[in-house]
């Protein structure tokens, strides 16, 4: 089957819209973000610590190591020996397994999992006592993303973009230029992760659904392109609100928890 062919089928099946549309971000994550671009000017003036930056970054950190630990092994990052306590509500990971691809498409997934892996506990590291615990996270937020390889790079290709455009949107509020530096670090690994997942879900023939309104469709889907850049070839960034509002599946403002984090992110930056 062609990729047109296999595009095709993807529209004609009532079964992939119901996945693939009704079930997108629990109706949350395909509306537009509504979130002013100057939320994060409020937060600079609020007196954000570099702290607060990373504390965010590790509840996001959380869920990617989560996603990929579970569709790689089966397990949770605390059954395979990664520290998950810290300040604020503890909470448990539900949802998700053990998800069935071929050789090439694993090996790509494993080695995603283990630099998730190694973020979660670089962060953790570098925040010693003043690390956030990981939250509750529901994997089955969509209802999809385990049952298939497509579902599941499906719903990585959404998670990673989300990752680059809130590291790029969070960097100007860090003070400490090694701090920055780190975060850039992670910034780019992630972006390189985006990178080869978005042409893999372009090799599977997929059209999947947007995250909101800044999101760049992969190919495959209408208007893609294979890169999550605008015309000028720079990266979409987004604020830590729009960030909140894509993860929480809202983005009315004031919202904390909801979608991938029922009870909210731990640290100060958790409202949309």
């Not at 893999?200 to 997929?206: M, T, Y």
Request: negative net charge; proline residues 3%; charged residues 15%.
């Amino acid at each position: 089957m062609t990729k047109a062919q296999h595009l095709q089928t993807l529209v004609d099946s009532g079964v992939s819209r119901r996945r693939f549309a009704r079930n997108v971000m629990l109706g949350g994550l395909g509306v537009a973000a509504t979130a002013a671009m100057g939320t994060d000017d409020l937060l600079a003036q609020a007196g954000i610590t570099d702290v607060d930056v990373l504390n965010f970054a590790l509840n996001l950190e959380y869920l990617e190591g989560e996603f990929y630990t579970v569709a790689t092994t089966g397990r949770r990052l605390s059954e395979i020996g990664i520290e998950v306590t810290g300040t604020g509500k503890a909470g448990d990971t539900v949802g998700g397994g053990r998800v069935a691809m071929n050789d090439r498409l694993r090996v790509v997934a494993e080695q995603i999992a283990l630099d998730e892996q190694v973020h979660v506990t670089f962060l953790r590291d570098a925040l010693g006592r003043a690390a956030v615990a990981k939250p509750a996270i529901d994997l089955n937020a969509l209802g999809v993303g385990f049952g298939s390889a497509q579902e599941f790079f499906a719903v990585a290709r959404a998670f990673e973009d989300l990752g680059v455009s809130a590291y790029g949107g969070a960097a100007y509020l860090v003070k400490n230029p090694a701090i920055l530096t780190a975060a850039a670090q992670i910034g780019l690994t992630e972006a390189q992760h985006a990178g080869v997942i978005r042409l893999i879900v372009s090799d599977l023939g997929q059209a999947v659904p947007l995250v909101d309104a800044l999101d760049v469709p992969p190919l495959m889907t209408p208007n893609g392109r294979l890169f999550q850049v605008d015309g000028t070839g720079r990266s979409t960034i987004r604020t830590a609100s729009q960030v909140l509002a894509v993860a929480y599946g809202s983005a009315t403002p004031g919202t904390r928890g909801g979608g991938f984090f029922p009870d909210g992110v731990n640290g100060v930056i958790a409202a949309v």
